[in-house]
């Protein structure tokens, strides 16, 4: 077996399908693990219900319905299903596409009944994401490329049945896990990857190492260089969009990172 293989095998894909993005208020109504066996993503999944209807925006989403879930327990009421359905016990990273949501979202979960289960994945750094690999990877500054995980199937053209759909939980991690694969052998022929040293280390420092964002993505200013975006603008943007605040869903650490180098250098 390769570091590659082995690497692979310790890994779990996650994904979770939720009421909404707060993580205070929202709930887990799915969640999907995949583990690699005999080369092939085998995936469990698990609906659970809420004390929080779905809303509509969101099942229009995930296409789960309110009565998909009716008279399911609830998260905290099937830790032990959880932990199964994500391979808990032997998973040496977790990874996800978008990983900072759903470990929020998990940690948010666990915590609500102070359920220590979950508390070596609290961190970042026990995640990979390949969202943030293929920023890495494929160009990062903004509107050069797309990075959701149905544009990145159809873009690289990864080996998913095309029977199978979008959005559902266990699909998502079936698609996550082809596109990991894909985004390793891309990393390899990059050179960004050694692939006789460990390749979980490395995949970490690709992962999480700051992007240089150059181009501003929204609003008025969409597409100007960074450099050429005033700064009564970028004050403004700290205290009213998503992006920059570390408590929402959509919070982007390297865009973030970014305005405070430019205030930092200007003021």
Not at 26 to 36: K, N
Request: proline share 3%; charged share 25%.
């Amino acid at each position: 077996m390769n570091k590659i293989q082995e690497f692979l095998q310790g890994v779990t894909i996650l994904d979770t399908e939720t009421t909404g993005v707060n993580f205070k208020e929202d709930q887990i109504v799915e969640v999907a693990g995949g583990r690699l066996v005999n080369g092939e993503w085998i995936v469990k999944e698990l609906l659970m219900g809420s004390t929080k209807p779905i809303p509509p925006g969101a099942s229009a989403v995930n296409y789960i319905s309110n009565n998909m879930i009716k008279g399911l327990p609830t998260f905290s009421q099937c830790y032990d299903s959880i932990s199964d359905t994500i391979s808990l016990s032997d998973t040496v990273y977790m990874v996800a596409h978008n990983s900072n949501f759903d470990r929020r979202m998990m940690v948010a979960s666990y915590d609500r009944d102070s359920n220590t289960d979950f508390d070596r994945f609290k961190v970042q750094e026990d995640w990979i994401c390949t969202w943030k690999l293929s920023q890495q990877l494929l160009g990062h500054r903004y509107n050069e490329i797309k990075y959701g995980l149905s544009y990145l199937r159809y873009l690289l053209e990864l080996d998913v049945d095309d029977s199978l759909p979008a959005h559902r939980a266990a699909a998502d991690v079936t698609t996550c896990g082809k596109l990991l694969e894909k985004l390793i052998d891309l990393a390899v022929e990059y050179d960004f990857l050694d692939p006789t040293d460990d390749i979980g280390d490395q995949l970490l420092h690709l992962c999480w190492k700051p992007l240089d964002i150059t181009t501003w993505p929204l609003g008025k200013h969409k597409g100007k260089k960074i450099k050429d975006v005033p700064t009564d603008y970028f004050l403004w943007c700290i205290d009213n969009i998503d992006l920059l605040n570390e408590n929402h869903a959509k919070y982007d650490k390297d865009l973030a990172q970014t305005v405070e180098k430019v205030l930092e250098s200007r003021l």
